[in-house]
């Protein structure tokens, strides 16, 4: 049986987790995604500038209120991805 | 969360472990604006209720626009409260609760407009009982949307009310104490279901 190849820029723990959250929801901001992977802030921003650079996620900075806010959300290209990430994925468990 | 490497069924399990998390996120916020609308409405009838049988002057139902005062204090509150994340399930309640929003001011506008302009002053008896089916479509339908049965069963039940004061009006005998029907479902149906909502949402978020 052939196994179907895992894409690499999603086979990391907290890009996943990243992508789990993003995909289950409308948008998240930083805040949220932070509290929710319980990774540092320096480690996310990095994480999430290389989902953004490969077309997975859109972010978007902003204000709420006077405070800056992040919002990301996950694109079409993103949602394909993580798709097929899924489906490889079971081909491994399904071997 | 620490770097380790993957097994596809650790992969999965991270899947389904932040899917579920994030759809647990229900936020409780807009539910006690249900619970506020609920109280304000209640107390403002009573108000206005109380100022007309003391002075007998039927204007100070003109009262009733207080409500917008409170739906702008609404909006504003929710605009500085944004929650950090936002599902499908939220925006589509949103939606619904936008297109009614609509209804809720044009409504009075256009059966203030008939009254005034082509002396029917009748069309003032529908607004409440509008007011009435549109608070009830909005919370049945969050209900189905959350699938909460008893969120969709209080203001299906409640329409009961809204349809005996089209029967009133239709036949001209719209007496005070329709007001008082109202007030008091109103307060049911948003009220109700809110707390019901909010203990839900905390003990999802615990």
Sequence with gaps: MKFKELDVLLHSQLRLAVMSILVSVESADFVYIKQQTEATAGNLSVQLEKLQSAGYISIEKGYKGKKPCTTCRITPQGVEAFSNYVEALKSYINK | MEKQKLSAEASLELISQMINQSKMNLNGKS???WIGWGVYTLLL????????EFTGVQQW???WFLEFVYAIFDCKRNQRQEPKVKTHID???VGIWSALGWLYILTPVAMTFSAIY???FWALNM???LVLIYT???VAFTGVILREKWITAIPVICSISPLYMFAVISSQQFAQWHMVLFMATFFVVMVVPGIILNYKCKRLNK
């Excluded at chain 2, 009838?45 to 007309?52: E, H, K």
């Design chain 2, 31 to 33: 539910f006690n604006s």
């Design chain 2, 45 to 52: 009838g009573i108000a206005i209720l109380a100022i007309v």
């Design chain 2, 61 to 63: 139902y003109w009262l």
């Design chain 2, 91 to 93: 925006n589509a309640i």
């Design chain 2, 118 to 120: 082509l002396q029917h």
């Design chain 2, 127 to 129: 607004i409440m009982p």
């Design chain 2, 136 to 138: 009830i479509v909005g």
